[in-house]
């Protein structure tokens, strides 16, 4: 396995990918409050569209990491914080793509950014979101390269990087059982912040313009309430917090 600049910084950007975007998200914040909700290129009338096309790609990536994660294989990196990997991942989506977690990712912050509806947030999200992951993918496929061998390399010849096929790559993509529970338990964390970040974002975008209404108030405080409740309902279902403990 190579241990170039390239493959050590991929290996920190993995273990730490939780908390890169920090920054990233606080420098957007600024750009955001700084144009006061201004509207978009096209006027108010295409930044609506905007939004219903945001929360549309963004639950399409949603969608995409909810699936994977419920037909990934138990051992691999998954959402950990070191690479690891007891098989390779080749079937359900990743016989169609190598990547369907990020592409997932992709999907979302595509949405969020479509929400926000602002050219310089759109060149620093996806400038971060296209750098970070160049140098993570390098690093998991140095990993899985020096793990599997001439089986990855089969792997990378037949399936995408970033662009999945239109058929699946291995026969009998489909025999694998979802499972509900562990997509749950494994997903409600980013759910519940990428679903709060774009309330936010359109709730600024009414209160910077004046227009956000009472009525728009309460529906936005529901949304963020039901995603509040479903979070901590997710947590307490996996963690047991309210069973009975024994006398």
Known sequence: ?????????????????????????????????????ADGPGGPEVDAALNVAGLVVAFLGQALRFYTLGVVLEGTSGQGNTLRADSLNTRGPYSFVRNPLYLGNLGIVLG????????WVYVVGLTFFFGEYFFIIRAEENFLRGRFGAAFEDFCRKVPRWIPRLTPAYAGFTEHRFD????????????????????VLLGWEQY??????RTR??????????????????????HHWFRARPR
Do not use: C, Q, Y
Request: positive net charge.
């Open 217 to 238: 108030l309460w529906a936005l405080g529901v949304l963020f309430a039901a995603v509040a409740v479903l979070f901590v309902g997710i947590k307490a279902w996996k």
């Open 1 to 37: 396995m190579s241990t170039s600049p390239t493959i050590s910084l991929g290996n920190v950007l993995f273990r730490f990918r939780s908390f890169t975007p920090v920054p990233v998200i606080a420098l957007m914040g600024f750009l955001l409050w700084r144009s006061r909700g």
């Open 180 to 199: 509900l529970p562990r997509a749950f338990k494994k997903e409600h964390n980013p759910f519940a912040a990428w679903a709060a970040g774009a309330i």
């Open 112 to 119: 969020l950014l479509l929400i926000a509806h602002d050219p």
């Open 208 to 213: 910077a313009r004046g227009e956000l209404t």
